[in-house]
């Protein structure tokens, strides 16, 4: 008897992705440091670390601190900028044949948009735009936790760009549905989520933050949960695809993601604990559909019974 | 970056021995593709490959202390849950490990080697005094090792066994060297000895003094960070220290840029 391989192909919008496995931006540098570790090209996609207009050095250390099942980072947004990353990053992503995202951050409205004009000759699949921790410059409002922010900075990207666009939300509000939704009225192709959980770890014989930035995003298997309630309310709400996010490491973690209703995933920080992760979860996931005779993953997404 | 054969590795290596005596422990692991490529000063991260439980979640780094046919040895203290889990691990128990990582030592081509290490910090000198021995079989090389107690020096009496190596030694305590600090013996040894490249590894206020002595002597100085670290690949950014121009270079990290560098590269 012919073992008909599953199919592994999920779309987001025009974008075929090969599997629904995306690496998260901040925990796979550009590809390249887990070139040893990955054969990259067997991933859906490879989502790099954020990127701004000028170069960011980044926050002083101590930056993470290890939690239970968890981590605390405040990295700092730490990057070479546009101009380094186009002529310097840039030519080695073009070499990945699997789809590479690029992940943009601003501290004002023109600063994303200007991010986006300045990725429209580039090769990439998608952008992701980060609208989880930066304030904006009138008023200082974050703008991934005011709906109307939201949908101004989706808007402006779409607008400036012709590339698929993901809005990467933040879990740190009140309704994140209604900043997905704010996302999809402003043009977004997708939307991903959760980015990190504000928290703070203290040593207690100095009585000093462990983290010189006082407090950071919590990240790792210990925000699976609130990641995946996030993904599922989520997906109710909005259209367009969602990308789930958030303590992924296992490929039950995955279907647990599928189900509750993301067209893809990303591992972010199992990547830092386990660099083989990615494409093992490529195999692993492959092998549950093989097990469970499904035939294509995108019988999962939204599977969930009532 | 072109595409280059494996410089790094992930793999599953069996515990071979593995003692503790105190809170010091000395752990020999097969990882032949690792130690195949591996440099004195690099270092390797580890994690017990049965354990799934995400807690402690990060694997724990450890500088190469010998690599001899295939078997890597790390010499470790116990600190916490993560070097406590290893303690307890026995000999034929299986490690994930990833490596060799980082840059390591650029062997001095001076005549004359003063490895100058504290507490743990020792460790990587094993190597790294093979390593220069083998390069020029004519260099002169002193390991002047500082610790707490004459307890701690034990978990490095093998460096006493390398007939190529000269070994002072002093303790805060008294109860093995010289009454004192390090440095003191670095003083002494490049006075009565003469100018030679000096390589680091120990508490930061020992490396900093022997960088600012260093600095005053125009002498050649390395020297081996260490700081939490979760990814070892420079992926995450989370190591970063600061460097000699903050304003200028902005920050350095210790898995990619490090763990060893030239002393005046970095903050003082």
């Not at chain 1, 580039?122 to 703008?143: D, L, R």
């Not at chain 2, 390991?143 to 009496?157: I, N």
């Not at chain 2, 902005?250 to 970095?266: R, S, T, W």
Request: hydrophobic fraction near 45%; charge should be neutral; glycine fraction near 10%.
């Amino acid at each position: 008897m012919v073992v008909n391989k599953p199919d592994l192909t999920v779309a987001i919008g025009d974008w075929q992705l090969a599997n629904p496995i995306m690496t998260a931006s901040g925990t796979f540098g550009y590809g390249a440091e887990f070139a040893d570790f990955v054969n990259l090209n067997r991933l859906g996609a490879i989502v790099v670390k954020g990127v701004s207009v000028k170069p960011r050095i980044g926050n002083p250390p101590p930056r993470i601190v290890e939690t239970a099942c968890g981590m605390l980072n405040a990295i700092g947004l730490e990057n070479p900028g546009i101009d380094k990353f186009l002529t310097e990053k840039m030519p080695q992503l073009q070499n990945f044949t699997c789809g590479v995202v690029v992940n943009i951050l601003g501290d004002s409205l023109e600063e994303y948009c200007t991010l986006a004009e300045r990725l429209k000759e580039t090769a990439i699949a998608a952008i992701e735009v980060n609208i989880s921790c930066p304030n904006v410059k009138k008023g200082g409002v974050a703008f991934g936790t005011d709906a109307r922010m939201v949908y101004e900075v989706t808007r402006c990207v779409r607008e400036r760009s012709n590339k698929p666009i993901i809005m990467k939300l933040s879990p740190n509000v009140t309704d994140i549905a209604a900043m997905a939704a704010a996302a999809e009225e402003g043009g977004a192709s997708a939307v991903s989520l959760i980015n990190t959980l504000l928290g703070m770890a203290i040593d207690i014989r100095t009585r000093r933050p462990k983290l010189a930035n006082k407090v950071g995003g919590l990240s790792g298997p210990a925000i699976k949960p609130i990641a995946l309630r996030m993904v599922w309310q989520v997906a109710q709400r909005v259209k367009v695809p969602v990308i789930g996010i958030g303590g992924i490491s296992t490929v039950e973690d995955v279907v647990e993601f599928l189900l509750a209703g993301a067209t893809a995933i990303q591992i972010g920080t199992a990547n830092l604990i386990n660099p083989g992760v990615a494409e093992e979860l490529v195999d692993g996931l492959e092998n549950y559909l093989l097990e469970n005779k499904i035939a294509a993953v995108k019988e999962l997404i939204n599977g969930l019974l009532a | 970056m072109t595409m280059h054969a494996k410089a790094k590795h992930q793999l599953q290596g069996e515990i071979r021995e593995i003692s503790c005596r105190d809170e010091y422990c000395r752990m020999t692991i097969a990882a032949p593709a690792i130690c195949h490529v591996a440099a004195a000063g690099q270092f390797v991260m580890v994690k017990p490959a049965a354990d799934k439980s995400n807690d402690p979640l990060f694997r724990r780094p450890f500088s190469l202390h010998q690599v001899v046919d295939g078997l890597l040895t790390i010499i470790f203290k116990i600190v916490g849950r993560g070097t406590r889990n290893l303690a307890k691990m026995q000999a034929g128990e299986v490690l994930d490990v990833v490596g060799p990582l980082g840059k390591g030592f650029q062997l001095s081509s001076e005549p004359r080697h003063y490895l100058v290490g504290g507490g743990m910090g020792i460790a990587p000198l094993h190597l790294l005094a093979e390593s220069i021995n083998r390069q020029n079989p004519q260099s002169e090389i002193i390991a002047l090792l500082g610790a707490r107690t004459a307890r701690e020096l034990d978990a490095f009496a093998d460096l006493q066994d390398l007939r190529f190596l000269r070994v002072e030694l002093a303790t805060d305590d008294g109860t093995a060297g010289h009454h004192g600090l390090v440095i003191d013996l670095l003083e002494r040894a490049v006075a009565a000895g003469g100018r030679g490249a000096v390589y680091s590894c120990g508490p930061w206020p020992m490396m900093k003094a022997v960088a600012l002595y260093c600095r005053a002597k125009q002498l050649p100085c390395q020297v081996s960070l260490e700081t939490v670290m979760a990814c070892g690949v420079g992926a995450c950014l989370g190591c970063a220290v600061s460097g000699a121009d903050v304003a200028g270079d902005g920050y350095l990290h210790v898995c990619k840029d490090g763990p060893v560098f030239e002393a005046g590269k970095i903050w003082l």
